[in-house]
């Protein structure tokens, strides 16, 4: 069936050539049959494409399985990388980490830094630690050996990270 012909239509005055698959398709849409314009196939005998995740489907059309998150992790749109596992950071970098983010308002400056002046106070943490050095400067460093860096992250991960980092910091005390 050839549907790239075209058929006079007109449109407030205007006379325009539509394509004929076009006109069919909206006729077949609407139950109509448009003497002269052959008719489309209908829906339901059109193969039926899968949709995207997390995209609505339409009506006959079965959609992929969503895509699992990681535990843990939020949804967040646009971020491609997991967030950190903080759950291995040592003391000394949480400290410096939270520092960071009490410095650039990405947590409660008074309750970000009393908890670094609390954290500092225990025997395991230090301030000449590399790991408190490298967390003021935005990276939190895993005991694995894995880094993250809050410099190069979206500003809503940023604080999403430092509000993880500072419930990890509580904990800590």
Do not use: H, W
Request: charged letters at 10%.
């Amino acid at each position: 069936m050839t549907l790239f012909f075209t058929k006079p239509f007109r449109v407030s005055r205007k006379l325009m050539l539509v394509p004929a698959s076009v006109i069919a398709l909206a006729a077949a849409n609407a139950g109509a049959q448009i003497p002269g314009v052959p008719s489309m196939p209908s829906t339901s005998s059109m193969p039926s494409t899968p949709s995207l995740p997390g995209t609505p489907s339409l009506p006959g059309t079965p959609s992929l399985p969503s895509t699992p998150s990681l535990p843990g992790t939020p949804s967040l749109p646009g971020a491609s990388s997991a967030l950190p596992d903080l759950s291995t950071m040592g003391g000394s970098n949480a400290a410096g980490v939270l520092s960071y983010c009490a410095k650039n308002q990405l947590v409660d400056s008074v309750e970000g830094n009393s908890v670094v002046s609390k954290l500092t106070q225990k025997p395991d943490v230090s301030q000449q630690d590399s790991g408190y050095t490298s967390g003021t400067s935005g990276t939190i460093q895993s005991g694995s050996g894995s880094s993250f860096s809050l410099d190069q992250a979206p500003p809503s991960v940023r604080k999403k990270v430092c509000g993880m980092v500072l419930k990890q910091s509580r904990s800590m005390l």
